[in-house]
């Protein structure tokens, strides 16, 4: 019976059934971070499917972030420790969850795993919004309350912005005479 409950659950509250609650909206912020951490780890950004509305703020951010880190031949080991739910805002297709979290964080070299830099455990109060897409809710944007605490000091990283994704600078006008 208690294997039934949480796929009803979730079934019930993608169908907007009833209101959500405090526990139902944890459930779809773990979802969506679970989602994440693992496009984060694995380079995949295609993981966030799921979790991410079509042509999304949200989704166009995750793609640049991964694939940015990606170019410099890093993954981001990312992991949630704690999240508390401080408030629910449910109207018809829209739903807000205000939290707040605690994170670890370590980037990763691609290609031996090691760790480069310092890793971070970092606090944040956080906006999910969601929204209802055809029977499933999904993160339009999320954006931070507070002013993020964040552990580390220095990213391990420097890249001129020119190199990211591969793309070079715009050309000048002398690149462009006959």
Request: one cysteine or more.
């Amino acid at each position: 019976m208690r294997t039934l409950l949480l796929p009803l659950t979730l079934l019930l509250l993608a169908l907007g059934c009833w209101r959500v609650s405090s526990s139902e909206a944890k459930v779809l912020v773990l979802r969506y971070n679970e989602a994440v951490c693992e496009a984060y780890r694995t380079g995949d950004i295609r993981k966030i499917d799921g979790v991410v509305g079509p042509d999304t703020a949200d989704g166009r951010r995750l793609t640049g972030l991964i694939g940015a880190r990606l170019d410099m031949g890093l993954i981001l080991d990312a992991r949630m420790d704690t999240m508390e739910v401080l408030g629910v805002e449910h109207v018809k297709e829209d739903l807000r969850v205000r939290t707040r979290e605690r994170w670890r964080y370590r980037d990763l070299q691609t290609e031996t795993g090691r760790q480069v830099g310092e890793a971070s455990v970092d606090h944040y109060e956080m906006l999910y919004h969601f929204q209802n897409h055809k029977g499933t809710w999904l993160v339009e944007e999320i954006r931070f309350t507070a002013t993020p605490q964040v552990g580390r000091k220095e990213v391990p990283w420097a890249m001129d912005a020119k190199d990211a994704h591969g793309m070079i600078a715009p050309p000048t006008k002398e690149d462009r005479k006959p």
